[in-house]
């Protein structure tokens, strides 16, 4: 089992940074490629961007290309999302996911993660 506890959601003005952080337990974290999810009100789950075991290689989905960057620091388990130019739809759950497959199919829908975190608010307001 891998357990994911997000922290760094809250309130932001349109326009503004969060960065969000996801520490895993419980097994190797290298072992994993991680993903961002998030799920506005209303609305289905999307992923937002995702990111290999060794950090070479990351995934975005379009609408956040050059305004979010994830990252992961497996010294400390922890996989980042830095998003900036934050705009009011973006408001919603954001969920870090871990998958033993392959980073791609997290942001192409083509394999579900293995394990969830539950997910800090993230409000962006207008």
């Known amino acids: 089992q891998v357990q994911l506890v997000e922290s760094g959601g809250g309130l932001v003005q349109a326009g503004g940074s969060l960065r969000l952080s996801c520490a895993a337990s419980?097994?190797?974290?290298?072992?994993?490629?991680m993903g961002w999810f998030r799920q506005a009100p209303g609305k289905e789950r999307e992923s937002v961007a995702a990111i290999s075991w060794s950090g070479s290689t990351t995934y975005y989905v379009k609408s956040v290309e050059g305004r979010f960057n994830i990252s992961r620091d497996n010294a400390k388990n922890t996989v980042y999302l830095q998003m900036s130019r934050l705009k009011p739809d973006e408001t919603g759950v954001y969920y870090c996911?871990?998958?033993?497959?392959?980073?791609?199919?997290?942001?192409?829908?083509?394999?579900?993660?293995?394990?969830w975190g539950q997910g800090p608010q993230v409000t962006v307001a207008s």
């Open positions: 996911a871990a998958t033993s497959g392959t980073a791609r199919f997290l942001v192409t829908g083509d394999r579900e993660p293995d394990y």
């Open positions: 419980g097994r190797t974290f290298s072992d994993y490629d």
